[in-house]
């Protein structure tokens, strides 16, 4: 009998390890900002740390959702509407003043309804991007192994053999157009 409970319990605990093999975004991932800063926006790496730090999510990936919503820091949304995580209103696309606001305010987001409780990419995915959950999952990863640098070669094969919808950009060391945020919290 107490072999059969310890086999059960051992089994058990094999399965729900395998099951939860993704990561979870919300464990604070300590990275250097002036390291991040090569692949984001000058002066917004510390941003995409401090956010992260403040509200227990991994700055890279905020900084790769920011990269995918944004079409790296460069669509007409992020530039006139400040709106560089892709959250959107009932009427469209939402506004800030601060690009740093929307990331403030997504890093937030994460932590309340719908997301509260949804701890993987997996998980928030289908909130996130309701029309292709798997490749907007697929997409911030890729993206969060470059930023991170630690793009495997098949992945990178897979991302540039079509998996890319959202089209072809490059993750900017920095955009001389941007000014970097000041914030005091």
């Not at 509200?55 to 560089?84: C, H, V, Y």
Request: a positive charge.
């Amino acid at each position: 009998m107490k072999k059969s409970v310890i086999s059960c319990i051992l089994i058990f605990g094999i399965h729900v390890s395998l099951c939860t093999g993704e990561e979870s975004i919300r464990k604070f991932r300590t990275l250097d900002p002036i390291q991040l800063e090569k692949k984001v926006p000058v002066g917004y790496g510390r941003v995409f740390v401090q956010a992260g730090r403040e509200n227990n999510i991994d700055p890279a990936l905020l900084a790769a959702i920011s990269a995918l919503e944004s079409g790296g820091w460069k669509s007409r949304i992020a530039r006139q509407k400040n709106n560089w995580m892709g959250l959107m209103t009932r009427s469209g696309a939402k506004s800030f003043e601060t690009p740093e606001e929307s990331i403030f305010y997504a890093a937030e987001l994460l932590n309340r309804k719908p997301f509260k409780g949804r701890d993987t990419l997996s998980q928030i995915a289908p909130i996130y991007c309701t029309k292709n959950p798997g490749h907007w999952k697929a997409s911030v990863l890729h993206l969060e192994h470059e930023i991170l640098g630690t793009a495997t070669a098949e992945a990178e094969s897979k991302w540039q053999n079509g998996n890319n919808s959202h089209g072809s950009f490059d993750i900017p060391g920095s955009l001389d157009s941007l000014t970097s945020p000041v914030r005091n919290r």
